[in-house]
């Protein structure tokens, strides 16, 4: 089965700073249609998860423009270009090939502000 | 945006069975793939399974640890997905959440708790 491996787990972060998430897939996640089939989610405290970024790169609707992923085949990068209080949570990459096991998660990087 | 609603949870005993309902907001929810994604209590995410729409044939797919035992299934005049969940193992104690989509998870809902314990 493929693996996603998230690093760092933990990630202090002080407010305006930048910040990133690494994800890295077992198996390439690069599709014969030239997608890159990697998703990343934020599920803040007490929360559902929701997308921030879909097919590795694009963000999703109302995701604010200072979240950037990029990264392409097995490894992953999401981005907070100034972090704020409200991205506190456990962010999650997650790969969607159409193949067995179809979606696996990362493990989850928990941002929490210094 | 499409809105979900889980409910059906509870406590259950060991061995024993749950349906877990998703209703949909809209109509929309029939042109969408569902799945089905639980979250033990301090863990992370982990999908269970998901149900196709009817144009793509409406077939379901499983996580290894739940196939034979949970059976996804859909109504889509009703805008409902159900999750049935058969020969229950306290590993199976989580929060469980719909959310649609193929290639990505777009819409989420807040959830609803299993807990399985004698």
């Known amino acids: 089965d493929n693996v996603m491996t998230q690093s760092p787990l933990s990630l202090p972060v002080t407010p305006g700073e930048p910040a990133s998430i690494s994800c890295r897939s077992s198996q390439s996640l690069l599709q014969s249609d030239g997608h890159n089939y990697l998703n990343w989610y934020l599920q803040r405290p007490g929360q559902s998860p929701h997308l921030l970024i879909y097919l590795g790169s694009i963000r999703a609707s109302g995701v604010p423009d200072r979240f950037s992923g990029s990264g392409s085949g097995t490894d992953f990068t999401l981005k907070i270009s100034r972090v704020e209080a409200e991205d506190v949570g456990t962010y999650y990459c997650m790969q969607a090939p159409q193949t067995p096991p179809f979606y696996t998660f990362g493990q989850g990087t928990r941002l929490e502000i210094k | 945006e499409l809105q979900l609603v889980e409910s059906g949870g509870g406590l259950v005993k060991p061995g024993g069975s749950l349906r877990l309902s998703c209703a949909a907001s809209e109509s929309s929810v029939s042109k969408a793939w569902v799945s089905w994604v639980r979250q033990a209590p301090g863990k992370g995410l982990e999908w269970v399974g998901r149900?196709?729409?009817?144009?793509?044939?409406?077939?379901?797919d499983y996580a290894a640890p739940v196939t034979g035992r949970f059976t996804i299934s859909r109504d889509d005049s009703k805008n409902m997905v159900y999750l049935e969940m058969n020969s229950l193992k306290v590993e199976d104690t989580a929060m469980y959440y719909c959310?649609?989509?193929?290639?990505?998870?777009?819409?989420w809902g807040q959830g609803t708790r299993v807990i399985v314990s004698s």
């Open positions: 149900i196709k729409r009817e144009i793509d044939g409406g077939t379901t």
């Open positions: 959310t649609t989509g193929g290639n990505w998870f777009a819409s």
